[in-house]
């Protein structure tokens, strides 16, 4: 792909198709652009050489480049042969949203180490984190306490530079604290999702009715102080991959983790 010109021989290259796309799609000038941190030094710095010299206007606002996913024995990259599709993730039983949740838990500058341990460890997460929003919705309580301390917080972290590890700890916070009440912490979690994007408003927990039948026993079973077979059941519920967390408003089913 190279043509003559008046300056001697030369190709286009991928810089002007960026700025031609996006110019088409975008306008000639526009609020954010991303990209890796590998294209700052000559794939961007062209873009807007090229951009601001054929339209006189700022090419962009800000520039959001993220670092490298580091696999074990490097940076991930197709040119390297060191690629995981997330095809490959979902084929070994991982959720999308599991790797979505690994990924919020590092800054976007900041290199992320990718194994497969850490995958693990970031779908338990977001587990708890789903039993967490499971349990709010089943529990009506009566905390006094303001959301509006915790939406502030999570604005900050999120006007700070995306700083997303910082935003999901607020969150965690926010659930963890029993001076709210439930129903304002899943209106603040639906709100925050709409950054988080974890489908959180989907949230629901699907108890087969074996399942009901046995958490029905095991509920006459305590009424009649019959502890002894309100474990028994308790065990049985839990190999069937549920556990039963008792509390004043009565038993909550989780998925086990």
Known sequence: MEWESPWGIGFPGWHIECSAMAMKYLGEHFDIHCGGVDHIPIHHTNE????????GKKWVNYWLHGEFLIL?????AKSTGMFITLQKLIDDGFDPLDYRYFCLNAHYRTQLRFSYKAL????????????KIIEVLSIKNKGKKSIIAYE???MEAINDDLNMPKALAIVWDMLKDNEVRNDLKYKAILKFDRV???KLDKIKIEIPK???ELLEKREEARKKKDFELADKIREE???EGYVIEDTKEGPILKKAI
Not at 48 to 55: F, L, P, R, V, Y
Not at 72 to 76: A, D
Not at 120 to 131: I, M, P, Q, T, W
């Open 120 to 131: 693990e460890d970031a779908k338990r997460g977001f587990e708890h984190l789903k039993n």
């Open 48 to 55: 807007i050489a090229q951009s601001e010299a054929a339209t």
């Open 210 to 212: 074996k399942i009901k």
């Open 196 to 198: 988080l994007g974890l």
């Open 152 to 154: 502030k917080r999570f």
């Open 72 to 76: 074990e024995k490097g940076k991930m």
């Open 237 to 239: 519920i839990k190999k």
